[in-house]
């Protein structure tokens, strides 16, 4: 945060403006990455919910062959079961016996019939499963190349921007030391609520730079004089004279060809 400085308005004025210009370079960094960061982001939450998709998925196929495990040693104890009636027909000794043993096999018969029906369905439904993971996995590995390629791109103008960001955040540490917290505050207040980030603007033929609205000449007299901070009634930005823009443009110009 800005300290408080017994700076001169003048110097104040010219410290907010080269800071301007810093945060507008910054700005200008910032718009090359476009919408990277976001689109990276986005990339890394969808291949996630791939990846929980794709384990859900593995957990029910591993359902699927539990429960057809449990079918098959179903198949297994009514088969013993059958051969054990199978035994006891053999020793009846009446209509009734027999006619119980058989019911009791053929109840066997349909518990195997069952279970087999079970397990096919259980194989059908992992192989639709497996198609679907199938799809998911290379939905995914799609993803995955998309986001390295763009991590890649966006890593890149990271590398070429790092060192000059650095700087200029230390640059604009410096002007801010000469800038009142106040009028530091204001000037952030200012340029988060305008469109294009110019929270100060030089005069350009009489107006506001990016203005229609014509400043009253003894407006532009107050501004020239550099003795007082002068806000725009239309816009609310803060006003300098085009003589100091130009002077401080040519100055941070050269500091921004030195640290490219």
Partial sequence: MAKETKSTVEEKL??????????SRVDQIKNVRGELPLEVSDLENEINELKEKLANFDNEISDYDFQSKEQKNLIEV??????????????????????SIVKEQEFQELE???????????????????EVIDQLKQKLKERKNHLSAKKSELD??????EKEEK????????????????????????RKNVKN?????????????????????????????????????????????????DEEKKKMNKFFKRKK
């Fill in 14 to 23: 010219r410290a907010l403006y080269d800071l301007q210009l810093i945060d």
């Fill in 197 to 245: 980030g110019l929270a100060i603007v030089a005069l350009e033929r009489g107006a506001a730079g990016g203005s229609y609205f014509t400043i009253p000449p003894q407006v532009q007299m107050e501004i020239a004089a550099r003795q007082k901070i002068i806000t725009d009634e239309h816009s609310g930005r803060i006003l300098v004279d085009s003589e100091l823009a």
């Fill in 112 to 130: 195997i019939q069952l279970a087999e029906k079970r397990i096919k369905e259980f194989a059908a439904k992992k192989e639709e499963k497996k």
């Fill in 167 to 190: 700087l200029l955040s230390k640059k604009s540490s410096e002007f801010e030391t000469k800038i009142d917290g106040l009028l530091f505050s204001e000037y952030k207040k200012i």
């Fill in 78 to 99: 009514a088969k013993e079961n059958h051969k054990k009636y199978e035994d006891n027909l053999k020793k009846v000794r009446n209509n009734r016996e027999y006619n």
């Fill in 156 to 161: 890149e103008i990271l590398k070429e921007t």
